[in-house]
């Protein structure tokens, strides 16, 4: 089963198993906001993201957390398809793959 949760802080097996369930549901609110929307760069999915109840203190590295994970799962792409983000530098778009799930 694939990990959800990345221990970087040596957090306890017990806490690192909570904030594992916890990351599969972000992921979970993730495709199914690019399943709505499906082309988004990670500000825009994390935007959506912070407007559902209960979710306003949400990083947006949690969001890109599981925006990579759905990449690497094969649900989602990182596009060629680029735009100047909110800094100046360039970001480009996650797309759902089609027939994935």
Known sequence: ??????????????EASKRNKNAKTQEDLVYE???QHNKLTK???HLIFTE???KQDVP???VGRALSNLTKWGILKYTNERIIG???AM???YEIIEGAI
């Open 91 to 93: 970001v480009g778009f």
């Open 52 to 54: 559902l109840p209960g």
């Open 33 to 35: 906001i690019m399943k």
């Open 60 to 62: 947006e590295t949690s």
């Open 43 to 45: 500000r825009e999915v």
């Open 1 to 14: 089963m694939a990990t959800s949760y990345h221990n970087t802080t040596g957090v306890s097996q017990n």
């Open 86 to 88: 909110r800094y100046g």
